[in-house]
């Protein structure tokens, strides 16, 4: 199927979903998960009006972000960063979902060029707790949003989580409302979040359930990945 078609086919289920859960379609945001396919690709997408792309290779990302910079498009990093990256991604990303400590934090805020608007942030929990996992734990997310909120280049948008596979929609609809709940204690806790980064093309129907701001999808529009993740 063509990318056109993947498109309206997630449109719809977001639409679907949304109905269902009771919420304004305009309430969830379609980011398109581009890693491993090549900048014509994102290119089609763009054509059908998707703005909004996601990246999990910082250097693959990089060079597709120059490549289609004409189009005007929005990039999110989401995949490890690591300390030694932190000043590429700040100097050509728009959004990254995946802080999980301070120190990364902290080079992003430093190294954004004072000519672009802050960086958005979400802080990645690891909201399942596997073992090995990235994302900090759910008891420190608290903590590390005080910490990196008074960052100046950086703007705190709220949390992102890629929980485990689940088996049904039940399994999953729990699991994200934990990180809804988490959710609405920072914002309890004084802290001004609007994006809630949940939902995949497996349990986006779930995370929409859930109160999810911005699903991340991938595979359902651009195909599978042939075993890369
Ligand atoms: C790959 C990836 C996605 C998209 O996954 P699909 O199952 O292809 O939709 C979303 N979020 C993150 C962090 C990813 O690495």
Not at 94 to 116: C, F, G, M, N, Y
């Amino acid at each position: 199927m063509t990318i056109e078609t993947n498109l309206q086919i997630v449109r719809a289920r977001i639409q679907e979903a949304c109905a269902s859960a009771g919420r304004n379609t305009d309430a969830v945001q379609l980011l398109a998960v581009s890693k491993t396919f090549p900048p014509e690709a994102v290119a089609q997408a763009a054509a059908c009006g998707q703005r909004d792309f996601g990246e999990n290779y910082i250097q693959e990302g990089v060079e597709k972000i120059a490549t289609l910079e004409s189009l005007g498009l929005v990039w999110h990093c989401i995949g490890p960063v690591q300390s030694n990256k932190t000043r590429l991604v700040a100097a050509h990303f728009d959004w990254v979902h995946s802080v999980d400590r301070l120190k990364i934090a902290q080079r992003l805020s430093e190294q954004r060029p004072a000519t672009l608007a802050p960086l958005n942030v979400c802080i990645q929990v690891n909201i399942d707790g596997g073992a090995g996992k990235a994302g900090v734990a759910p008891t420190e997310a608290l903590a590390l949003a005080h910490d990196i909120v008074v960052l100046p280049h950086l703007r705190l948008r709220g949390l992102m989580t890629i929980p485990e596979p689940a088996a049904d929609f039940a399994t999953a609809l729990l699991v994200h409302r934990q990180a809804k709940a988490l959710f609405d204690r920072l914002c309890a806790d004084g802290l001004a979040l609007d994006t809630l980064s949940m939902g995949m093309s497996a349990d986006l129907e779930a995370a929409v359930h859930a109160s999810s701001t911005m699903v991340r999808v991938g595979s359902a529009i651009f195909g599978g990945r042939g075993g890369a993740v």
